[in-house]
C-alpha cells in the first residue's frame, strides 16, 4: 500500500515503538524495520535524518526520561558500604 517507502528505528523494549509497528501493519502498510539497537545508523544516515526531519542532534534526546532511567540504575543496584 502507499508508494512512499516506510522505514521505522524500531526498539522492541519500547511500548511506543512496538505500537506504532502494529498501527503501521494494521494500516496495511508495508514497513522496513530496523532494530536500531543491533544494526545503529551510521553518521552520514543520521545526518541524512536530521536534514529530512529538519532537527539538530539535540532534538533527537528524550531529555524528560534521563533522570528516572539513572535513578533507577541506582535503585536496582544491590546496596554496598561506601568503600573510599
Known amino acids: 500500500m502507499g508508494d512512499i517507502p516506510l522505514r521505522i528505528y524500531h526498539n522492541n523494549r519500547c511500548s511506543k515503538s512496538r505500537a506504532a509497528c502494529q498501527l ?14 543491533k544494526t545503529p545508523p551510521s553518521r552520514d544516515e543520521l545526518r541524512a535524518l536530521l536534514d529530512k526531519l529538519g532537527m539538530k542532534p539535540a532534538e533527537l534526546v528524550r531529555r524528560g526520561e534521563a533522570d528516572s532511567c539513572v ?8 546496596t554496598t558500604p561506601d568503600v573510599r
Open 71 to 78: 535513578a533507577a540504575k541506582r535503585c536496582s543496584r544491590k
Open 24 to 37: 503501521i501493519a494494521d494500516r496495511g502498510f508495508e514497513v522496513e524495520v530496523v532494530d536500531y539497537l
